[in-house]
C-alpha cells in the first residue's frame, strides 16, 4: 500500500511558504534603476530594440529613466507592448534584449533592461494613468477568441484603432497563461489581473468570459457575425509520455498543476509528494521542478532527453533549478512507470546519446528513480477541435498548428491568429507581438472594406 504520506499538503510552516512563493526579482529602487540607466550608452542602431521581439526603444526609455521622466519612458515601451509590465518580469532577457547588451560584450554585465522596464511601467500602473485613447470609431466589429497575451494585446490596438472588440474567454479569468501558467515566484500579487485591467482601461473591449470556441461558439458563427476573427487559443493539450504506467495515479500534467498551484488560495493544501520526477526540458520543466521544491518535495529529479545546450530553458533557467535544489539529469529518456495499488513508486529511464548520424538512441542501460509523483512536461499541443468542429472551410495547419503569413492571416479570409498557437517561439512577448501585428494587418483589411 503507498504511503499516504507521501504526497501530502501543509509539509510548510506559513512563514516558509510565504518566502518560498515570493517575488523571486524585486524590483529596483530609485537609486538602482538611476545608476542602471546611466550605464546605457544609448546606442544608434542598438542591437538590443532587435533583439525585443516587440522592438520596445530600449535606449529611449532608457534614457527617460535617466531624465525622471517615468511616464515618457512607460509610453515607449506599451506603445510597442502593452504588456510591458508582465513581460519585465518574465522575458528570458539572457537570451533576448539584454544578450545583445553592448556593455554585456564590452563588461561582461548587461544593463539590466528588464528591470528597468518594469520600474517605468510599475509606475504608471500605480499611479493609474491610462496613458492610450481610442481613435474615433470605425463602425467595424471584430472577435477576438481568447484573453491570453496574444489576444489581449490584439484587443488593445485594435481598440486604440477605433474598432470595437468582444474578446470570448473559455475560462473564468483573462490574461491566460500570465493568470494560469507562469511561475507563482515571478508575478505575484495578482499582478496579472491589474494588467488585464489597465487593457481593458481604454475602453472599447467587451468581454464575454465562459464562452469556449467549438463548444458555446463556433468559428463559423464568429466569422459570419464580425467583421474579422482573431485567433489566440494558446495550446490546450497535453503530449503523452508514451509509455507503460502513464495511466497510474501520481502521474500528472505539469501544466494543470501549476493551474492548481496559481489558483490556490492557500498553498499548505495543496499536496505535494517527497520524491519528484519531472520528464521534460523546457520553461514548464523547470517551473515544476522549483515550485514542487519550494512546496516542501525533499527530493526533485529533472529528466532530460538530450544534453543540456538542446533545452528549451535557458542555462539561466537551468542553474536557477539547481540552485533551488533541483537534480538536472541529463541524457535520460523514460522507459516506464511502475507502481503499486495503482500509484506510481518510480520512473525508470535509459540513458541515451548520439549516434554517428546525430540521432538520438538508447544506450540499453537503464536506471531507476523513486517517485510519489511524476509530472509531464514535454510540451503543449494544438488541440484543433474547436477550428475544425462544424466548419465548412477548413483553416490550413502547418506542423499541427495554425499556419499563418507575416500578417498572421491564416487561409480564411477573415481570420487572423498568433500566439502559441501558431509556429513559432512560445514566449509571451512573442505573443504580444503576433497581437500586435495582427491588429495592424486587420485594421487594414478593415479599412478596405
Ligand atoms: C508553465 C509555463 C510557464 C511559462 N513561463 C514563461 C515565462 O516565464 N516567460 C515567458 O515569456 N513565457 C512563458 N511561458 C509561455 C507563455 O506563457 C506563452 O507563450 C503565452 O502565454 C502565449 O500566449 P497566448 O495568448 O498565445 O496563449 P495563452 O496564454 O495560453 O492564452 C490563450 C487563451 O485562450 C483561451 N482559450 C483556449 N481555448 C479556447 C477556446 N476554445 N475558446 C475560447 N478561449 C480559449 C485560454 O483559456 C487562454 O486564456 C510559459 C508557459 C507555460 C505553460
Ligand atoms: S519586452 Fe522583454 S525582450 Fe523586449 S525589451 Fe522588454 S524585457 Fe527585453
Not at 61 to 72: A, D, H
Not at 81 to 98: D, F, K, Q, S, Y
Not at 174 to 202: M, S, W
Not at 273 to 290: C, H, K, Y
Request: overall charge negative.
Amino acid at each position: 500500500m503507498k504511503d499516504s504520506a507521501a504526497i501530502a499538503s501543509g509539509r510548510l510552516s506559513p512563514s516558509e511558504y510565504q518566502h518560498n512563493f515570493d517575488e523571486v526579482r524585486p524590483p529596483l529602487d530609485r537609486l538602482q534603476a538611476a545608476v542602471d540607466s546611466s550605464r546605457c550608452l544609448f546606442c544608434y542602431d542598438a542591437p538590443c530594440v532587435e533583439a525585443c521581439p516587440t522592438g520596445i526603444d530600449i535606449p529611449s526609455f532608457i534614457r527617460k529613466i535617466s531624465t525622471g521622466n517615468l511616464k515618457g519612458a512607460a509610453i515607449d515601451i506599451l506603445s510597442e507592448n502593452i504588456m510591458g509590465g508582465m513581460c519585465a518580469r518574465v522575458c528570458p532577457t539572457e537570451i533576448l534584449c539584454e544578450q545583445s547588451c553592448v556593455r554585456k560584450a564590452g563588461e561582461g554585465k548587461p544593463v539590466r533592461i528588464g528591470l528597468l522596464q518594469r520600474h517605468a511601467t510599475d509606475w504608471l500602473l500605480g499611479n493609474d494613468i491610462q496613458s492610450f485613447q481610442r481613435a474615433p470609431a470605425t463602425g467595424k466589429r471584430v472577435a477576438v477568441v481568447g484573453g491570453g497575451p496574444a489576444g489581449l494585446s490584439c484587443a488593445h490596438r485594435l481598440a486604440m484603432l477605433g474598432h470595437s472588440i468582444t474578446v470570448f474567454e473559455a475560462r473564468p479569468k483573462l490574461a491566460g497563461l500570465n493568470e494560469y501558467g507562469i511561475a507563482a515566484y515571478k508575478t505575484p500579487h495578482q499582478f496579472a489581473q491589474r494588467e488585464v485591467d489597465f487593457i481593458l482601461g481604454i475602453g472599447g473591449i467587451d468581454v464575454s468570459i465562459g464562452q469556449a470556441l467549438g463548444r458555446d461558439i463556433t468559428l463559423e458563427r464568429v466569422r459570419r457575425d464580425y467583421d474579422a476573427v482573431f485567433l489566440g487559443i494558446g495550446l490546450t493539450g497535453t503530449k503523452d509520455l508514451g509509455v507503460a504506467g502513464e495511466d497510474l495515479s501520481g502521474v500528472e500534467d505539469a501544466v494543470a498543476y501549476i493551474e492548481r498551484l496559481r489558483q490556490a488560495a492557500d498553498l499548505s493544501k495543496l499536496p505535494i509528494g517527497r520524491s519528484i520526477v519531472v520528464i521534460g526540458g523546457g520553461n514548464t520543466a523547470v517551473d515544476i521542478a522549483v515550485q514542487a521544491k519550494r512546496l516542501g518535495a525533499e527530493d526533485v529529479t529533472m529528466a532530460y532527453r538530450r544534453g543540456p545546450d538542446a533545452m528549451s530553458a535557458t542555462s539561466h533557467e537551468q542553474e536557477f533549478a539547481q540552485v533551488n535544489g533541483v537534480r538536472i539529469k541529463y541524457w535520460s529518456r523514460p522507459v516506464r512507470l511502475t507502481g503499486s495499488d495503482r500509484h506510481v513508486t518510480a520512473a525508470e529511464f535509459e540513458y541515451t546519446q548520439l549516434d554517428s548520424m546525430g540521432r538520438l538512441t538508447g544506450t540499453g542501460e537503464t536506471f531507476t528513480l523513486a517517485a510519489d509523483q511524476v509530472f509531464k512536461a514535454i510540451g503543449q499541443m494544438l488541440v484543433p477541435d474547436p477550428i475544425v468542429s462544424g466548419a465548412q472551410q477548413v483553416l490550413e495547419m502547418q506542423d499541427g498548428k495554425i499556419a499563418v503569413d507575416g500578417d498572421r492571416k491564416s487561409s480564411l479570409p477573415n481570420v487572423w491568429a498568433g500566439g502559441d498557437c501558431i509556429t513559432g517561439v512560445d514566449l509571451t512577448v512573442q505573443a504580444v507581438q503576433d497581437g500586435k501585428v495582427a491588429a495592424h494587418a486587420i485594421d487594414r483589411y478593415l479599412r478596405l472594406t
